[in-house]
């Protein structure tokens, strides 16, 4: 599989431990700056619950030390590492690999 590294935003305009989307081709990423983890994230915007587009206004924390967000409506929460779905078995989300240069962020898709 092809490896596509997509520049985006640069960690300074994120807020600190919440999220922005950003718009790559046909995917809605969600990039969120983890700052009390000293982490960058990246996942699907989408919220597969309700298909709503909300996950990067989600409440970032963490489940013994796992990082993860909050959907802001359904309140159901997702690791940021894996996608599993910490309070529901039945729904994941994508994440995706995220690298960091000269304070750019950078997604693989």
């Given at each position: 599989?092809?490896?596509?590294?997509?520049?985006?935003v640069?960690v300074?305009?994120?807020?600190?431990?919440?999220?922005?989307?950003?718009?790559?081709?046909?995917?809605?990423?969600?990039?969120?700056?983890?700052?009390?983890?000293?982490?960058v994230?990246?996942t699907?915007?989408?919220?597969?619950?309700?298909?709503?587009?909300?996950?990067?206004?989600?409440?970032?924390?963490?489940?013994?030390?796992?990082?993860?967000?909050?959907?802001?409506?359904?309140?159901?929460t997702?690791?940021?590492?894996?996608?599993?779905?910490?309070t529901?078995?039945?729904?994941?989300?994508?994440?995706?690999?995220?690298?960091?240069?000269?304070?750019?962020?950078?997604?693989?898709?």
């Open positions: 599989m092809k490896s596509n590294w997509y520049e985006t640069k300074e305009d994120i807020p600190e431990n919440t999220g922005v989307s950003v718009k790559l081709e046909r995917w809605q990423v969600a990039i969120f700056n983890f700052k009390s983890m000293g982490q994230f990246a699907q915007n989408l919220c597969p619950h309700k298909k709503q587009m909300v996950l990067s206004r989600g409440m970032l924390g963490d489940s013994k030390g796992e990082p993860k967000v909050a959907c802001p409506f359904h309140k159901r997702f690791s940021l590492q894996s996608g599993a779905c910490l529901d078995s039945e729904c994941t989300i994508e994440t995706y690999p995220v690298k960091v240069e000269k304070g750019v962020v950078y997604v693989n898709l």
